[in-house]
């Protein structure tokens, strides 16, 4: 298949674009792979914010307990040690410790101690130096071997005991350690927030790369079926969202799970019953964010869609102005401007009541397990009084759940962005997808079609029964054509509009391959030769004159960088461009922009000449190149293109006889076939179709 007709045949991807459009973002990760290094630090600093946020909470536990039961922190500590040393639940009263509660198979348990039963002082028990202690009961007392304190209980406990034992002292301690991590916090979430943008940031300008590339080695179907405006909004547009999207993965996605996390194994460990309850309504809640965002997504790619119009509806008319200016179409412009305007403003807003739905819903439902939580709490606390869950340990669990909330609703909003650059990244894959023109060949495929690098025009060019059809159209644009032009030869090509003239000479740099017959150049294919070989000998002046931003040589010497400005000189002399342009303010170094609204159109195309003759191609394409020069010059213009088609193999695409009356050969077509081959006088004897041509233009001059 050749590469052209590969390019306007549907990509496989396209059939299950709806089925993958939710992975198209997390494909688009992959651009973030040179810069993974960045992306790891950034993803270890947010895992180390929420390990700190995680420390800072639970250290406010033991403050907590030593404000609401007048304790110290070194009492806390040891009743943490004693209550893992023999598996028991203590009360809370500083200086009269007693069982609260027994767990099954601990020391406790095995020596008969039971709810009620005193452990006094707690200071003795929890001292890792002790081998045994005695505890008062009714019945007697009774003496327990303990069991060796485990290391990072004795540690903690060495710590704490380093601290003042006033209290509030000791929670100015701790408090100040708190200050310390949220310094050092800070400092690890900043790198963290700037190296994820710099990824993202970075990711994204290769992305922007590889889709401009992409769209410059698209063929020719490509550009007809889409607008420059369409293909710029998903440069500049889509790209941007996302943009947005990796900076919300590499940021707030990377570091809300985790924080929820941390904060779930804190408040697992202090009351896993607690716990259960956000266990039970989570379904519920990831159920809402997908639901958004799902809806989220659809919208997003509409409104980009409608963006698009936007950035085509602008381009149009500013392009046009002085035609709408001159027909007084002002207003109908503003209409349908505000039109487009109409339909983007509906979608942006489905995507601005989504997003408001979102936190809401999510609030509610957080709302909801809050009050379950705080309802079977009251009931631990206050009625079961079995020292599952204190005071502190109740205000701590529902710091850690507001902390695991506070994530979720955040991560309702990642959500949102995320399948906003679903949609951006499914419109910028939906580009990138397609084959492209030149593309690179490998392995068996390399060695059964081998690109040949094309040699200069020798001997002759053949269109050999050609035939092309545009996609969507039943009607060939050309037919069943055969032609053969020497080397040094100038065939000029005439007819109706409509005959199929440009698409004939549009089919010899491979703009189109045809689907029947082949193009031939010294007896190789073209479809066989190498784009850079073929193109490279092949030069062309357009009906419409491009200009592109830079100076006046710059534009001369385009697809030449290495040119001298000597020979841009010679070129600009040779059509007739050297004396306009020393009148410019810079002479050949005035600068243009992109639509050259600094020159006339008759400038603007002798310009293009320029550019034809310094590229000194042995194939040479002018398509009306003379149509936009002004009366002035026009005979000086004539000359120069007469003195190309002398030089070089030149097919002429002309309406005014002037130029076509200087051709080897006149070729006429009509309906995509031709109708007539020879010379001037001859066909006008021969051909009905030339003749009513050149009669028009006697007429018309």
Request: some cysteine.
């Amino acid at each position: 298949m050749t590469e052209s007709a590969t390019a306007e045949s549907t990509p496989p991807q396209a059939a299950s674009r709806k089925k993958k459009d939710a992975r198209e973002f997390f494909r688009a990760c992959r651009f973030l792979l040179p810069y993974r290094r960045m992306v790891i630090t950034s993803v270890l600093a947010a895992m180390f914010v929420a390990a700190v946020t995680t420390v800072g909470l639970s250290a406010m536990l033991p403050v907590l307990r030593v404000l609401l039961n007048d304790d110290t922190l070194q009492g806390w500590v040891d009743r943490q040690v004693v209550e893992k040393r023999l598996g028991v639940r203590l009360s809370d009263e500083p200086g009269h410790e007693e069982i609260l509660r027994t767990n099954p198979d601990s020391l406790a348990a095995r020596a008969g101690l039971k709810r009620g039963d005193p452990i006094q002082p707690v200071e003795k028990f929890a001292d890792p130096a002790a081998s045994e202690a005695m505890v008062q009961r009714p019945g007697g007392p009774v003496t327990i071997a303990l069991p060796p304190v485990p290391g990072h209980f004795k540690f903690g406990r060495d710590v704490i005991y380093r601290l003042p034992r006033h209290p509030v002292k000791a929670i100015a301690v701790v408090f100040g350690f708190i200050t310390a991590l949220t310094i050092v916090s800070n400092i690890a979430r900043f790198f963290q927030e700037y190296l994820s943008d710099k990824s993202a940031i970075s990711a994204v300008m290769d992305i922007r790369r590889h889709l401009y590339d992409a769209v410059l080695h698209m063929p020719m179907s490509f550009f007809g079926t889409r607008g420059t405006s369409d293909v710029t909004s998903r440069l500049v547009n889509d790209s941007q969202v996302l943009q947005d999207g990796f900076k919300i993965i590499l940021g707030q996605s990377v570091q809300e799970p985790i924080k929820a996390a941390f904060a779930l194994g804190l408040s697992l460990f202090i009351s896993w019953k607690l716990t259960l309850f956000i266990v039970v309504f989570a379904p519920i809640m990831f159920w809402v964010i997908k639901t958004f965002g799902k809806k989220m997504r659809r919208a997003t790619r509409a409104a980009l869609q409608r963006s698009a119009m936007m950035l085509g509806q602008i381009e149009g008319t500013l392009v046009g102005i002085r035609v709408v200016k001159a027909a007084g179409s002002e207003r109908f412009e503003r209409r349908r401007y505000r039109s487009i305007l109409a339909e983007l403003r509906t979608e942006m807003l489905k995507m601005a009541r989504y997003e408001a739905y979102a936190t809401p819903t999510m609030e509610t439902i957080s709302m909801l397990v809050v009050g379950v939580v705080v309802l079977y709490a009251a009931y631990l606390v206050l009625v079961r009084r079995d020292g599952s869950l204190d005071n502190a340990g109740f205000f701590t669990v529902m710091a850690a759940l507001a902390m695991i909330g506070e994530s979720l609703r955040r991560v309702s909003k990642v959500n949102n962005v995320l399948q906003r650059s679903n949609a951006a990244a499914s419109r910028i894959f939906e580009i990138l997808d397609l084959p492209m023109e030149r593309r690179r060949l490998r392995g068996a495929e390399k060695r059964t079609t081998p690109r040949i690098k094309l040699a200069p025009l020798k001997r002759e060019i053949t269109f050999e029964n050609v035939t092309f059809s545009y996609p969507n159209t039943q009607q060939p644009a050309v037919e069943n054509v055969s032609l053969t032009v020497p080397r040094g030869q100038s065939v000029a090509i005439v007819g109706r509009n409509g005959s199929g003239k440009t698409t004939l000479l549009a089919l010899l740099p491979r703009f189109f391959d045809p689907q029947f017959g082949r193009v031939l150049i010294d007896g190789v294919d073209v479809r066989d030769a190498t784009l850079r070989s073929l193109r490279g000998q092949i030069g062309l002046v357009t009906q419409d004159s491009v200009i592109f931003p830079g100076t006046i040589a710059d534009n001369i010497a385009y697809g030449m960088p290495r040119a001298s400005r000597a020979s841009i000189e010679e070129a600009a002399k040779r059509a007739f461009c050297h004396e306009f342009i020393l009148q410019k303010p810079q002479g050949y170094d005035t600068p243009l922009d992109g639509l050259g609204g600094q020159l006339s159109g008759g400038q603007k195309q002798r310009i293009n000449i320029a550019r034809a003759i310094l590229r000194q191609s042995p194939i040479l394409i002018l398509d009306e190149a003379t149509s936009q020069v002004d009366a002035e010059s026009e005979q000086k213009i004539q000359q120069a293109v007469e003195l190309l088609m002398h030089e070089r193999t030149t097919f002429v695409i002309a309406h005014r006889f002037s130029t076509i009356l200087s051709a080897d050969t006149i070729v006429v077509m009509e309906g995509g076939r031709i109708v007539g081959q020879g010379k001037h006088d001859d066909l006008l004897r021969t051909s009905e179709i030339y003749k009513t041509l050149f009669d028009r233009q006697l007429f018309a001059a």
